[in-house]
C-alpha cells in the first residue's frame, strides 16, 4: 500500500512539472527568418527591380538568403536572387542542419530550372560570360503570355591550387530567377553583370575571390606600347573642351552721367522782357530802350 502511495505521488509530480513546462500556442523556427533589406548580402543593380523582402535561413556550415525581387510578370512564380554563403557561421549553429555543398553540375542545375520555371522552356546560352566576380552562365526563354524568362547561376570560389586551411576559403554560391513581361534578353542578363556583393564572413582566411590580380608585365617595360582605346580618345577630348573652353567675356558699359548745360539765350530787342511777378518789386518801373536818362536823374523818352 505505502509503494503504490509513492508511486501515485510520483505520477502526479511528473504530471505537474510537464504542464509547467509545456507552452501554450505554436512554436516559430528561429532556421527561417525575415531580415531587413539593410542587412541583405547581395544587391540587384541600380533600376531594379527592386527588393521586395529577404528570407533568411541559417545552417551549421552556411547562410542562404532569398532576396525576393519585384515582379511584374504573369508567369507563376516568384522573382528571386538567392545568395548561399559557406563559412564559419558560429558556434551558436552547432547541431543545426547543414546544407548541402555540391560543384555546379548540369543535372542539378536542370532540376532547379524546372523547380523555379516549371512549364517554360529555357535554352541555355553555350557563351562563355564573366562578370565581376568571375564566370556565370544563363538559360533564356519566354513565360507566359509577353514574359521573358532568365535563369542564371554562379559559384565564387577560389582556385584549389590557392586554397589552403588558413587562406583563401569560403564559397559563395547565386542564383537568379527573373521574369518580366516585354523585356529582352539583354535587359534581364543585365541584372547578373549589375549585382553588388556586399555580405562576407568576418573570419580570419575567409577569401573565396582569392588573391588579387597581379599587374601586367609587360607594364612600363620598353617594347609594348600602349594605345589608348578610341572611346577614351573621345571621353578625353570631351572633358579637355570642358575644361579649357573659355569663358565669354561680357564687356559691361557703363553710362556715364553728362548733365546737359543750357545756355541762356539772350533776348533780342524787338522782345519784349516779361516783369518780375513778385509782390516785393514795389513802384520800380523799367524804362523802355528809347528813353534816356538825364544828369539831374529825371528821363527823357522820345
Not at 7 to 14: S, Y
Not at 102 to 118: C, F, G, H, Q, Y
Request: charged share 20%; glycine share 10%.
Amino acid at each position: 500500500m505505502p509503494t503504490s502511495r509513492y508511486a501515485l505521488a510520483g505520477i502526479i509530480l511528473t504530471l505537474s512539472l510537464a504542464g509547467c513546462g509545456a507552452r501554450d500556442g505554436v512554436r516559430l523556427s528561429d532556421t527561417a527568418v525575415t531580415v531587413p533589406e539593410e542587412t541583405a548580402f547581395a544587391l540587384p543593380p541600380p533600376g531594379g527591380p527592386a527588393v521586395v523582402s529577404i528570407v533568411e535561413r541559417r545552417f551549421s556550415n552556411s547562410t542562404q538568403q532569398d532576396i525576393l525581387l519585384f515582379t511584374s510578370a504573369s508567369t507563376p512564380g516568384q522573382n528571386v536572387l538567392r545568395v548561399q554563403m559557406f563559412g564559419p557561421v558560429g558556434l551558436q549553429m552547432d547541431g543545426q542542419k547543414a546544407l548541402g555543398y555540391s560543384s555546379v553540375r548540369a543535372s542539378d542545375i536542370a532540376k532547379e530550372m524546372r523547380r523555379e520555371l516549371p512549364g517554360v522552356a529555357l535554352a541555355q546560352s553555350p557563351l562563355y560570360l564573366q562578370n565581376n566576380y568571375g564566370p556565370f552562365s544563363y538559360a533564356y526563354g519566354r513565360g507566359h503570355g509577353n514574359d521573358a524568362c532568365l535563369y542564371a547561376w554562379q559559384q565564387i570560389r577560389s582556385p584549389d591550387e590557392a586554397r589552403t586551411v588558413f587562406q583563401n576559403r569560403g564559397t559563395i554560391q547565386v542564383r537568379l530567377r527573373l521574369c518580366e513581361d516585354g523585356a529582352s534578353e539583354e535587359k534581364l542578363l543585365g541584372t547578373m553583370y549589375g549585382y553588388t556583393i556586399r555580405g562576407a564572413f568576418n573570419a580570419a582566411g575567409w577569401n573565396p575571390y582569392g588573391e588579387p590580380p597581379s599587374v601586367d608585365p609587360t607594364l612600363g617595360r620598353t617594347g609594348n606600347p600602349i594605345y589608348p582605346k578610341r572611346e577614351e580618345l573621345r571621353d578625353a577630348a570631351i572633358v579637355a573642351v570642358e575644361v579649357t573652353k573659355p569663358r565669354p567675356f561680357v564687356r559691361q558699359s557703363q553710362a556715364v552721367g553728362v548733365e546737359k548745360v543750357e545756355t541762356a539765350r539772350q533776348a533780342s530787342s524787338s522782345e519784349t522782357v516779361p516783369l518780375p511777378t513778385g509782390t516785393d518789386i514795389g513802384g520800380v518801373v523799367v524804362p523802355s530802350p528809347d528813353c534816356m536818362t538825364q544828369s539831374e536823374g529825371t528821363t527823357q523818352c522820345k
